[in-house]
């Protein structure tokens, strides 16, 4: 099965400074993601992608990591999708959790496309409770 990999995850990996150590944790998350890579089971969304590579100064780097990002696919989005995701931010705000659009899109697409979520975000957690969505377990 197919993992939504969430930015927060794919920045703890690809976007540390070269020496900065992991803590065990991180490892934890950091090992988890490997196995998935190795296995072909990683998918993105398109706006993970661009949250990924946003805010990246230096040219080398950004061709670097956006290298190594095409080896995942991009989760192909349709307009239930987006119409699912407002309904999402629609319910979750009636209850009183907010988000960003990009997280109920990620929350719409895995919900659609039967994705475990892979994210360190604790957001999920809150949407969780009004959305069907799963998360994938570290």
Known sequence: ???LVDTS???????????????????KVVSALSD???DGRVVLLGAIRQEL??????QEQFDALQSALAAFDDVPLVMQDYARAAQFFNLCRANGVQGSNTDFLICAAAANHDLPIFTLDQDFENYKKWLPIRLFPV
């Open 9 to 27: 995850v794919l920045s703890l990996a690809l976007r540390r400074p070269v020496g900065v150590a992991h803590g065990d944790p991180q490892k």
């Open 36 to 38: 998935l890579v190795q």
């Open 1 to 3: 099965m197919k993992v």
């Open 53 to 58: 590579l946003s805010g990246i100064k230096l």
